[in-house]
């Protein structure tokens, strides 16, 4: 069964210092992973995805990540950190297209000014 | 982009009472349909899959009975829970998937409090 782990609960950073959230996933195959971004009482947006091809992603709001196979991570990364991307992050893993997704615990950002 | 609209946005039942909460892709045609429970500070757990035309397939540990799922079409998706009790109390958003962008579209998320 594939699984995923965020090791970060909280991370806090200093607006305009680069960030990097950890991912590691278990899964035997090449599986689709996804970073997912959640305002307070929000569904949630999408900011990358990953299946196939260049393993640096680029996502939305200045966000990528990177597939690494031999480590087994899907890092999620950001030169500089915005006020507003203080938020709840989780990476996503799924099997195959359309199939259910399996989250991490997740990892919540704090900016500070 | 793809858009899937849920509602209610807030709901506040009484105990023993019945819940429904509608799902819907708006400029897609969703294969499948997912179900999510959110805790407070807590990550997504998911409590059953449901493809249109068919039976959801739910996680082990959902109450079938408890929580109905109903994909009547390939845009309509509702999670209707049943004699709603405070534990139930929670966040539930819906996902919608396709092949076809290998991505899902997630509702804005339902806050249920039961009193």
């Known amino acids: 069964a594939q699984s995923v782990t965020q090791p970060d609960i909280h991370i806090t950073v200093s607006e305009g210092a680069s960030l990097e959230l950890r991912c590691n996933y278990s899964?035997?195959?090449?599986?689709?992973l996804f970073w997912y971004v959640q305002s307070p009482g929000q569904g949630l947006q999408l900011l990358l995805k990953?299946?196939?091809?260049?393993?640096l992603v680029q996502g939305i709001k200045g966000f990528e990540a990177e597939f690494k196979r031999s480590q087994s991570s899907f890092n999620l990364r950001k030169p500089s950190v915005h006020w507003s991307d203080a938020a709840e992050y989780f990476c996503a893993v799924a099997q195959e297209a359309a199939s259910k997704l399996t989250f991490g615990t997740g990892t919540r950002l704090q900016v500070t000014l | 982009g793809a858009v899937v609209s849920q509602h209610p946005s807030r709901v506040i039942c009484k105990s023993g009472t019945s819940v429904k909460i509608e799902c819907r892709s708006l400029d897609f045609q969703a294969t499948t349909m997912f179900w999510y429970r959110q805790f407070p500070k807590q990550s997504l757990m998911l409590m059953a899959t449901s493809n249109e035309g068919s039976k959801a397939t739910y996680e082990q540990g959902v109450e079938k009975d408890k929580f109905l799922i109903n994909h009547a079409s390939l845009t309509l998706s509702t999670l209707t829970v049943t004699s709603a009790h405070p534990e139930d109390s929670s966040f539930y958003i819906c996902?919608?998937?396709?092949?076809?962008?290998?991505?899902?579209?997630f509702g804005s998320g339902t806050r249920l409090t039961v009193v």
């Open positions: 899964y035997g195959a090449t599986p689709y």
């Open positions: 996902s919608a998937a396709t092949e076809t962008n290998y991505g899902y579209t």
């Open positions: 990953y299946f196939s091809g260049d393993t």
